[in-house]
């Protein structure tokens, strides 16, 4: 079975700019979470995505939003780049339950450099 | 407030030593969920455990043991008879139980086995 993968792998990008990151969860799985990796701040969760609609959003702004496609497929956008959006983004797909029901499958990370 | 506190920040041990990771969460919440979670060089967290606010008992799979104790808010992560491969950032985690499944980490100890 494929684990999950996200694409691109690696992304510079400009301050202003916007980005979009791809997740494409293990088949069968329908919830896809997003989370925030820097070397100050930590691991942060961005938000879920379960059957194509936001189940749960962490504290981040606007210019952070995602979606989820009917083939559980994720993708996530960051409008007006700052330096400080430079983190891994890491995506986690599991069956359904969330956290605390399923075990969550993390994908190799989109490293995002914004300069 | 909900928070997750990982004190070594950095643990160094030669290969076969045994090794503690401590972990240290604070939440009001009744029901919670701990976590810990293993991110190796390539950078995908791998789940390693998940464990209810109910059941304090300890758990043992292999080399690996973990010790619950709510008196002390602790979680903390034993490695026996530590490998090389064990070099990792491990990460520990709290959700609520009964709101949504946002999930709070800790700062991650970064482990390297000594060969």
């Known amino acids: 079975k494929a684990g999950v993968t996200q694409t691109p792998r690696y992304l510079i990008k400009t301050r202003g700019q916007q980005v979009t990151l791809s997740c494409s969860p293990i088949?069968?799985?329908?919830?896809v979470s997003w989370y925030q990796q820097t070397p100050g701040q930590g691991l942060q969760f961005l938000f879920e995505?379960?059957?194509?609609?936001?189940?749960n959003k962490g504290n981040f702004p606007g210019r952070f939003s995602g979606r989820q496609f009917s083939n559980s497929r994720s993708e996530m956008n960051v409008s007006t780049l700052e330096l400080g959006d430079s983190a891994l983004y890491l995506c986690?797909?599991?069956?359904?339950?969330?956290?605390?029901?399923?075990?969550?499958?993390f994908g190799p990370g989109t490293r995002l450099t914004v300069l | 407030a909900q928070k997750v506190t990982q004190a070594q920040t950095e643990i160094s041990v030669v290969e076969k030593e045994d090794v503690t990771l401590d972990c240290v969460y604070e939440?009001?919440?009744?029901?919670?969920?701990l976590f810990w979670y293993k991110q190796p060089p390539s950078g995908e967290l791998v789940f390693l455990i998940r464990?209810?606010?109910?059941?304090?008992q300890n758990e043992i799979s292999g080399r690996y043991s973990w010790n619950f104790q709510k008196s002390t808010s602790s979680f903390n992560f034993t490695i026996t008879a530590s490998q090389v491969v064990d070099s990792a950032v491990y990460f520990c985690?709290?959700?609520?139980?009964?709101?949504?499944?946002?999930?709070?980490f800790g700062k991650g100890t970064r482990l390297h086995i000594l060969p």
């Open positions: 985690a709290l959700t609520p139980g009964n709101r949504d499944d946002k999930i709070i």
């Open positions: 939440t009001r919440d009744t029901t919670y969920y």
């Open positions: 464990r209810n606010s109910f059941d304090e």
């Open positions: 995505y379960f059957s194509e609609t936001q189940r």
């Open positions: 986690a797909s599991s069956l359904g339950g969330g956290p605390k029901r399923d075990t969550q499958y």
């Open positions: 088949s069968g799985h329908r919830s």
